[in-house]
């Protein structure tokens, strides 16, 4: 409840720091629109069910039992979406996580996804104190709004400190994780219906270290949701 109000007080303090100005394109946003305008959001390369749990499926071979992968929008060098998550991750911008987690919730709803517990990819302590949030926890409170879920903020954990990802290669990047994620309570989430959520599926890395994580802990079903989804 407190985490609610709090996160409610948060969003204020962003509307009055930023003029209600789109990310997107710069124009001035009307009453309804919130972070990005309507002409803006419809523009973005947005993926249907069986396209996004395709491309999903695709990149996480090793999580194959996986129920349903779901992607709001096809991730490209240079594209939109890519502007957009940058901006949410490392310009201050969490509140654009909360947004895209509400798009992604709805989608989620329409697809019939009633998970359980919502975990969010965790980031290690380290560059949470230097970023100041992890942009995948808000993504999961957006989804929560719609769905009205439990986001529990913790359900993994990141044991070791590793370097930014952006710039290693793929082999490198799967050997960096492997064993870096561990479950924090196997007994709370064993036989639940979890969605893992994470801003954007690339190389598919992380997201495998973390299904591979709740799978081995037992949970009934898992199903993975991001923003944006790599692929041409
Ligand atoms: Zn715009």
Redesign the pocket.
């Known amino acids: 409840m407190l985490g609610k109000y709090a996160s409610g007080l948060g969003e204020a303090l962003i509307a009055l720091f930023y003029p209600p100005i789109?990310?997107?394109?710069?124009?001035v946003l009307t009453s309804g629109e919130r972070c990005?305008?309507?002409?803006?959001?419809m523009d973005l390369p947005s993926l249907d069910f069986r396209e996004s749990d395709l491309l999903v499926r695709e990149r996480l071979p090793e999580c194959p039992q996986m129920l349903r992968g779901t992607a709001l929008y096809r991730y490209r060098k240079g594209g939109k979406v890519r502007k957009l998550v940058r901006t949410m991750k490392y310009s201050g911008r969490y509140d654009l996580g909360r947004f895209f987690g509400r798009e992604l919730g709805k989608k989620l709803q329409r697809e019939g996804c009633g998970p359980e517990l919502i975990i969010p990819v965790p980031v290690h302590r380290k560059r949470l104190k230097e970023r100041g949030y992890n942009q995948s926890y808000w993504i999961a409170l957006g989804i929560a709004d719609v769905l009205d879920t439990k986001v529990l903020e913790h359900g993994l954990l990141r044991t070791a400190y590793t370097d930014s990802q952006v710039r290693k290669g793929r082999m490198e990047r799967f050997a960096n994780l492997k064993g870096n994620i561990k479950v924090a309570d196997r007994e709370f989430i064993q036989n639940r219906e979890v969605l893992l959520v994470d801003d954007v599926l690339t190389t598919g890395a992380t997201l495998t270290e973390c299904g591979k994580a709740l799978l081995e802990a037992g949970v009934k079903s898992l199903s993975i949701g991001v923003i944006g989804v790599a692929g041409d």
């Open positions: 789109c990310i997107g394109c710069g124009d990005v305008c309507l002409p803006c959001s």
